[in-house]
């Protein structure tokens, strides 16, 4: 609904309000996460959990959600329950992805 803003910065998380207010951060983790997306309802953040390299130009991350409450959660796997990682049924890992995201 354009009221929150979701970013990367310190390699996690960060959620405020879209006039800058009650910045706060809502992940924690080992690694670096990416590429935060707003749920179309506005009420979950889609993103890349254990964001790495894969060679000189590719890279890989594990598609999570959290709700977007501005809670902190810690997305290191099996740490926190509240977090969602996107696994295939029949799949023991959540699902990779290296390009761009969406919602459906």
């Given amino acids: 609904d ?8 310190s ?14 951060p809502v992940t924690e ?21 254990d964001f790495h390299s894969t060679g000189p130009f590719g890279h890989l991350w594990y598609l999570t959600v959290i709700p977007a409450d501005g809670q902190l ?10 977090v969602i990682p996107l696994t295939a049924k029949g799949e023991s890992m959540p699902a990779a992805a290296d ?3 969406a919602w459906r």
Avoid at 73 to 82: F, L, P
């Fill in 2 to 9: 354009g009221s929150k803003i979701a970013f990367n910065a």
């Fill in 11 to 24: 390699n996690h998380k960060w959620l405020m309000n879209a006039d800058g207010s009650s910045m706060v």
């Fill in 29 to 49: 983790s080992a690694a670096q996460e990416a590429y935060p997306y707003f749920s179309p309802d506005g009420k979950y953040l889609l993103f890349g959990a």
């Fill in 73 to 82: 959660y810690n997305v290191n796997e099996g740490a926190d329950k509240r």
């Fill in 99 to 101: 390009g761009g995201v």
